[in-house]
Protein backbone atom coordinates (compact mmCIF):
# COMPACT_ATOMS: atom_id res chain seq x y z
CA UNK A 1 0.00 0.00 0.00
CA UNK A 2 1.50 3.60 -0.73
CA UNK A 3 2.06 5.98 2.07
CA UNK A 4 1.03 9.52 1.76
CA UNK A 5 2.50 12.01 4.29
CA UNK A 6 1.42 15.30 5.52
CA UNK A 7 2.78 18.01 3.47
CA UNK A 8 3.07 21.77 5.32
CA UNK A 9 3.00 24.42 2.69
CA UNK A 10 5.83 27.36 2.60
CA UNK A 11 5.50 29.37 -0.71
CA UNK A 12 8.62 32.11 -0.82
CA UNK A 13 8.14 35.03 -3.35
CA UNK A 14 11.11 36.45 -5.57
CA UNK A 15 13.75 37.03 -3.14
CA UNK A 16 14.92 40.52 -2.83
CA UNK A 17 17.91 41.64 -4.89
CA UNK A 18 17.20 39.15 -7.65
CA UNK A 19 17.54 41.50 -10.58
CA UNK A 20 20.32 42.97 -9.47
CA UNK A 21 21.97 39.26 -8.78
CA UNK A 22 20.74 37.44 -11.71
CA UNK A 23 23.06 38.24 -14.49
CA UNK A 24 25.94 37.22 -13.01
CA UNK A 25 28.55 35.70 -15.89
CA UNK A 26 28.48 32.46 -16.28
CA UNK A 27 31.10 30.65 -18.63
CA UNK A 28 29.32 28.35 -21.43
CA UNK A 29 30.54 26.29 -24.16
CA UNK A 30 29.22 24.20 -26.88
CA UNK A 31 30.28 21.55 -29.64
CA UNK A 32 28.31 20.71 -32.16
CA UNK A 33 27.72 16.52 -32.50
CA UNK A 34 28.98 15.76 -35.95
CA UNK A 35 25.53 13.57 -36.65
CA UNK A 36 23.63 16.36 -36.87
CA UNK A 37 20.32 17.90 -34.34
CA UNK A 38 17.92 15.32 -35.81
CA UNK A 39 19.71 12.47 -33.79
CA UNK A 40 18.82 14.24 -30.34
CA UNK A 41 22.29 14.16 -28.60
CA UNK A 42 21.64 14.21 -24.78
CA UNK A 43 22.25 12.95 -21.56
CA UNK A 44 26.34 13.56 -21.07
CA UNK A 45 27.94 11.73 -18.29
CA UNK A 46 31.70 12.51 -17.47
CA UNK A 47 33.78 8.97 -17.56
CA UNK A 48 36.48 7.89 -15.50
CA UNK A 49 39.00 9.54 -17.92
CA UNK A 50 37.28 12.46 -18.29
CA UNK A 51 35.45 11.69 -21.34
CA UNK A 52 31.78 12.80 -21.85
CA UNK A 53 29.58 10.06 -22.52
CA UNK A 54 25.86 11.03 -24.65
CA UNK A 55 23.01 9.17 -26.47
CA UNK A 56 21.91 9.78 -29.89
CA UNK A 57 18.14 8.98 -28.66
CA UNK A 58 16.40 9.31 -32.20
CA UNK A 59 20.04 8.40 -34.28
CA UNK A 60 20.56 4.93 -32.11
CA UNK A 61 23.57 5.71 -31.12
CA UNK A 62 26.32 5.99 -27.97
CA UNK A 63 28.84 8.89 -28.28
CA UNK A 64 31.87 10.02 -27.12
CA UNK A 65 33.43 13.32 -26.78
CA UNK A 66 37.13 14.16 -26.00
CA UNK A 67 36.71 18.00 -24.24
CA UNK A 68 40.39 18.67 -24.74
CA UNK A 69 40.66 17.85 -28.31
CA UNK A 70 37.04 18.23 -29.73
CA UNK A 71 37.26 14.56 -30.79
CA UNK A 72 34.06 12.22 -31.20
CA UNK A 73 33.38 8.60 -31.65
CA UNK A 74 30.07 7.25 -32.34
CA UNK A 75 29.11 3.32 -31.31
CA UNK A 76 26.55 1.61 -32.86
CA UNK A 77 23.55 -0.30 -31.30
CA UNK A 78 20.65 -1.93 -31.60
CA UNK A 79 18.06 -0.49 -34.08
CA UNK A 80 15.24 0.57 -32.34
CA UNK A 81 16.56 1.21 -28.86
CA UNK A 82 16.05 4.94 -28.86
CA UNK A 83 18.68 5.45 -25.70
CA UNK A 84 17.42 7.41 -23.73
CA UNK A 85 19.75 8.25 -20.37
CA UNK A 86 23.79 6.72 -20.38
CA UNK A 87 25.44 6.55 -16.91
CA UNK A 88 29.09 5.42 -16.87
CA UNK A 89 30.64 3.04 -13.80
CA UNK A 90 33.75 3.07 -12.44
CA UNK A 91 35.23 0.42 -15.25
CA UNK A 92 34.66 3.00 -18.10
CA UNK A 93 31.18 0.67 -18.76
CA UNK A 94 28.35 2.92 -20.69
CA UNK A 95 24.77 1.73 -19.19
CA UNK A 96 22.10 3.04 -21.88
CA UNK A 97 18.18 2.86 -21.52
CA UNK A 98 16.54 1.52 -23.85
CA UNK A 99 13.87 3.90 -24.33
CA UNK A 100 11.97 1.98 -26.91
CA UNK A 101 12.96 -1.82 -26.79
CA UNK A 102 12.79 -2.55 -23.26
CA UNK A 103 16.37 -2.95 -22.24
CA UNK A 104 19.16 -1.55 -20.26
CA UNK A 105 22.57 -1.99 -22.25
CA UNK A 106 26.18 -2.53 -21.52
CA UNK A 107 28.52 -0.87 -23.87
CA UNK A 108 31.83 -1.54 -23.37
CA UNK A 109 33.72 1.58 -24.70
CA UNK A 110 37.21 -0.25 -25.11
CA UNK A 111 35.69 -2.88 -27.46
CA UNK A 112 32.43 -1.62 -28.55
CA UNK A 113 30.91 -4.90 -26.96
CA UNK A 114 27.48 -4.94 -25.92
CA UNK A 115 25.75 -6.85 -22.88
CA UNK A 116 21.43 -6.19 -23.12
CA UNK A 117 19.89 -6.71 -19.90
CA UNK A 118 15.89 -7.15 -20.99
CA UNK A 119 12.94 -5.93 -18.82
CA UNK A 120 11.35 -8.89 -16.82
CA UNK A 121 7.85 -8.18 -18.55
CA UNK A 122 6.43 -6.19 -21.49
CA UNK A 123 4.69 -4.01 -19.39
CA UNK A 124 8.10 -2.60 -18.35
CA UNK A 125 8.77 -0.89 -21.75
CA UNK A 126 10.54 2.46 -21.34
CA UNK A 127 13.68 2.62 -18.98
CA UNK A 128 13.96 6.51 -18.85
CA UNK A 129 16.47 7.69 -16.45
CA UNK A 130 19.31 5.82 -14.28
CA UNK A 131 21.64 6.46 -11.41
CA UNK A 132 23.48 4.30 -9.71
CA UNK A 133 23.39 3.56 -5.74
CA UNK A 134 26.78 2.71 -4.89
CA UNK A 135 25.71 -0.63 -3.98
CA UNK A 136 26.29 -2.46 -7.00
CA UNK A 137 22.40 -1.65 -8.62
CA UNK A 138 21.09 0.50 -10.73
CA UNK A 139 17.37 2.25 -10.31
CA UNK A 140 15.64 3.81 -13.16
CA UNK A 141 12.22 5.27 -14.01
CA UNK A 142 10.02 4.22 -16.54
CA UNK A 143 7.84 7.10 -17.78
CA UNK A 144 5.11 5.75 -19.74
CA UNK A 145 4.86 2.14 -18.00
CA UNK A 146 4.42 4.43 -14.26
CA UNK A 147 7.33 2.07 -12.90
CA UNK A 148 10.17 2.61 -11.13
CA UNK A 149 13.23 -0.59 -11.66
CA UNK A 150 16.31 -1.35 -10.04
CA UNK A 151 18.78 -3.43 -11.78
CA UNK A 152 21.25 -5.74 -10.20
CA UNK A 153 24.72 -5.12 -12.27
CA UNK A 154 25.79 -8.38 -11.64
CA UNK A 155 23.27 -10.96 -11.58
CA UNK A 156 21.03 -8.40 -14.67
CA UNK A 157 17.94 -9.55 -11.87
CA UNK A 158 15.24 -6.61 -12.68
CA UNK A 159 13.30 -5.86 -9.51
CA UNK A 160 10.17 -3.72 -10.72
CA UNK A 161 7.97 -1.54 -8.69
CA UNK A 162 4.93 0.06 -9.94
CA UNK A 163 4.07 3.56 -9.00
CA UNK A 164 0.06 3.85 -9.78
CA UNK A 165 -1.74 4.54 -13.31
CA UNK A 166 -0.74 8.04 -14.97
CA UNK A 167 1.89 8.77 -12.51
CA UNK A 168 4.86 8.97 -15.30
CA UNK A 169 8.02 8.36 -12.75
CA UNK A 170 10.47 10.96 -14.27
CA UNK A 171 13.40 12.30 -13.10
CA UNK A 172 15.49 10.36 -10.38
CA UNK A 173 18.34 11.16 -7.89
CA UNK A 174 19.67 8.71 -5.01
CA UNK A 175 20.88 9.47 -1.67
CA UNK A 176 23.24 8.70 -0.13
CA UNK A 177 21.54 5.53 1.37
CA UNK A 178 20.86 4.06 -1.74
CA UNK A 179 17.23 4.87 -1.61
CA UNK A 180 15.87 6.70 -4.97
CA UNK A 181 13.47 9.42 -5.25
CA UNK A 182 11.85 10.22 -8.09
CA UNK A 183 9.48 12.71 -9.37
CA UNK A 184 6.04 11.45 -10.94
CA UNK A 185 5.59 13.83 -13.43
CA UNK A 186 1.31 13.23 -14.45
CA UNK A 187 1.22 13.79 -10.17
CA UNK A 188 2.02 16.52 -7.75
CA UNK A 189 4.17 14.39 -6.15
CA UNK A 190 7.16 12.92 -5.42
CA UNK A 191 7.77 9.22 -4.73
CA UNK A 192 10.64 6.76 -3.07
CA UNK A 193 11.10 3.48 -2.19
CA UNK A 194 12.72 1.31 0.41
CA UNK A 195 15.08 -0.46 -0.75
CA UNK A 196 14.74 -3.22 1.56
CA UNK A 197 10.64 -3.86 1.00
CA UNK A 198 10.44 -1.95 -1.95
CA UNK A 199 7.73 0.11 -0.53
CA UNK A 200 6.63 3.28 -2.69
CA UNK A 201 5.95 6.09 -0.49
CA UNK A 202 4.40 9.10 -1.75
CA UNK A 203 4.89 12.79 -0.95
CA UNK A 204 2.44 15.45 -2.30
CA UNK A 205 3.24 19.00 -3.21
CA UNK A 206 1.48 21.77 -2.31
CA UNK A 207 -0.46 22.62 -5.30
CA UNK A 208 -2.92 20.17 -7.34
CA UNK A 209 -1.48 21.80 -10.75
CA UNK A 210 2.05 21.02 -10.14
CA UNK A 211 4.26 18.82 -11.73
CA UNK A 212 7.55 18.14 -11.13
CA UNK A 213 10.22 17.15 -13.59
CA UNK A 214 13.68 16.89 -12.68
CA UNK A 215 14.58 16.08 -9.11
CA UNK A 216 18.19 16.76 -7.31
CA UNK A 217 19.27 16.63 -3.71
CA UNK A 218 21.78 18.93 -1.54
CA UNK A 219 23.57 17.41 1.63
CA UNK A 220 21.41 18.17 3.94
CA UNK A 221 18.98 15.30 2.39
CA UNK A 222 16.67 17.74 1.47
CA UNK A 223 14.89 16.88 -2.46
CA UNK A 224 14.55 19.59 -4.62
CA UNK A 225 12.18 19.55 -7.96
CA UNK A 226 11.43 21.91 -10.78
CA UNK A 227 7.81 22.37 -11.30
CA UNK A 228 7.41 22.69 -14.78
CA UNK A 229 3.96 23.69 -15.28
CA UNK A 230 3.63 26.43 -13.17
CA UNK A 231 7.26 27.70 -12.88
CA UNK A 232 8.81 27.44 -9.64
CA UNK A 233 11.66 25.55 -7.78
CA UNK A 234 10.76 24.07 -5.36
CA UNK A 235 12.50 21.71 -1.69
CA UNK A 236 10.78 19.11 0.03
CA UNK A 237 12.01 18.32 3.48
CA UNK A 238 11.55 14.32 3.68
CA UNK A 239 11.52 14.17 7.37
CA UNK A 240 8.83 16.46 7.98
CA UNK A 241 7.21 16.45 4.57
CA UNK A 242 7.82 20.72 4.52
CA UNK A 243 7.46 21.95 1.13
CA UNK A 244 8.87 25.49 -0.01
CA UNK A 245 8.39 27.47 -3.04
CA UNK A 246 10.37 29.76 -5.05
CA UNK A 247 9.11 31.30 -9.06
CA UNK A 248 11.39 31.37 -11.51
CA UNK A 249 12.87 34.24 -12.89
CA UNK A 250 10.97 33.89 -15.92
CA UNK A 251 8.05 32.96 -14.48
CA UNK A 252 5.15 30.65 -15.21
CA UNK A 253 6.28 30.52 -18.93
CA UNK A 254 9.63 29.10 -17.59
CA UNK A 255 9.30 25.74 -18.35
CA UNK A 256 12.44 24.33 -15.59
CA UNK A 257 13.85 21.22 -16.73
CA UNK A 258 17.62 20.22 -16.69
CA UNK A 259 18.64 20.20 -12.89
CA UNK A 260 21.66 19.80 -11.28
CA UNK A 261 23.38 20.40 -7.61
CA UNK A 262 27.04 21.17 -7.55
CA UNK A 263 29.27 20.60 -4.97
CA UNK A 264 28.83 24.39 -2.57
CA UNK A 265 24.79 22.97 -2.73
CA UNK A 266 23.86 25.36 -5.17
CA UNK A 267 20.78 24.66 -7.55
CA UNK A 268 21.04 24.38 -11.25
CA UNK A 269 18.43 24.23 -13.62
CA UNK A 270 17.59 25.27 -17.03
CA UNK A 271 14.49 27.78 -18.38
CA UNK A 272 13.16 25.93 -21.89
CA UNK A 273 9.99 28.13 -21.92
CA UNK A 274 12.08 31.03 -23.36
CA UNK A 275 14.40 31.09 -26.26
CA UNK A 276 17.43 31.24 -25.95
CA UNK A 277 16.90 28.50 -22.87
CA UNK A 278 18.33 30.39 -19.37
CA UNK A 279 20.99 28.55 -17.06
CA UNK A 280 19.84 29.71 -14.13
CA UNK A 281 21.31 29.26 -10.06
CA UNK A 282 19.88 29.48 -7.14
CA UNK A 283 21.83 29.28 -3.62
CA UNK A 284 20.18 26.73 -1.42
CA UNK A 285 21.89 28.66 1.55
CA UNK A 286 21.12 32.08 1.12
CA UNK A 287 17.86 31.48 -0.92
CA UNK A 288 18.64 33.45 -3.61
CA UNK A 289 18.32 33.32 -7.57
CA UNK A 290 22.17 34.81 -8.45
CA UNK A 291 22.82 32.95 -12.12
CA UNK A 292 20.87 33.49 -15.27
CA UNK A 293 22.77 33.20 -18.85
CA UNK A 294 21.34 32.50 -21.80
CA UNK A 295 22.58 29.28 -23.46
CA UNK A 296 24.87 30.24 -26.30
CA UNK A 297 23.58 28.12 -29.25
CA UNK A 298 19.73 28.69 -28.27
CA UNK A 299 19.46 25.55 -26.40
CA UNK A 300 15.70 24.61 -28.04
CA UNK A 301 15.28 22.08 -25.17
CA UNK A 302 17.72 20.92 -22.61
CA UNK A 303 16.71 17.84 -21.05
CA UNK A 304 19.05 16.34 -18.56
CA UNK A 305 22.54 17.32 -17.01
CA UNK A 306 25.24 16.49 -15.10
CA UNK A 307 27.48 17.98 -12.46
CA UNK A 308 31.30 16.49 -12.77
CA UNK A 309 33.30 17.46 -8.86
CA UNK A 310 36.26 17.00 -10.29
CA UNK A 311 36.57 19.87 -12.43
CA UNK A 312 33.54 21.96 -11.27
CA UNK A 313 31.46 21.44 -14.56
CA UNK A 314 27.87 20.81 -15.79
CA UNK A 315 27.16 18.83 -18.97
CA UNK A 316 24.20 19.02 -21.00
CA UNK A 317 23.22 18.04 -24.29
CA UNK A 318 20.43 20.73 -26.35
CA UNK A 319 17.86 19.85 -29.06
CA UNK A 320 20.04 21.65 -31.43
CA UNK A 321 22.67 19.39 -31.30
CA UNK A 322 25.17 20.65 -29.05
CA UNK A 323 27.27 19.04 -26.24
CA UNK A 324 27.99 21.58 -23.84
CA UNK A 325 29.36 22.72 -20.63
CA UNK A 326 28.76 25.50 -18.11
CA UNK A 327 31.66 26.41 -15.70
CA UNK A 328 29.75 26.86 -12.75
CA UNK A 329 32.59 26.74 -10.35
CA UNK A 330 33.41 29.89 -12.20
CA UNK A 331 29.56 31.42 -11.59
CA UNK A 332 29.89 35.48 -11.53
CA UNK A 333 32.81 35.25 -9.54
CA UNK A 334 31.05 33.67 -6.35
CA UNK A 335 33.43 30.93 -5.56
CA UNK A 336 34.29 31.07 -1.81
Known sequence: MRQVSAVLVLLALAPAGLEAQQDAALPIREWNVPWGRETRPRDPYVAP???????????????????????????????????????????GMAWYAGNRNGTIGKLNLAT???????????ASRDPHTMMFDGKGNIWFTM??????????????????????TRTRPYGLVVDKTGRPWFDLFATNKIGTVDPATLKLQEFPLPSDSARPRRIAMTT?????YVDYRRG?????????????EWPNPSGRQSLPYAMSVDDQDRLWFVETGVQPNRFVGFDSKTERFFANTP?????????????DPKTRVIWFGTDMGTIGKAEVGKAGGLTP
Request: a neutral charge; hydrophobic letters at 30%; proline letters at 7%.
Open 49 to 91: DGKIVFVGQRGNYIARLDPASGEFKRYEIDAGTHPHNVIVDDQ
Open 295 to 307: VPGGGGTVRHMTF
Open 232 to 244: FLGRLDPKTGTVK
Open 220 to 224: DGAVW
Open 112 to 122: GAITRYPMPDS
Open 143 to 164: QQSDRVGRLNMTTGKVDVIPTG
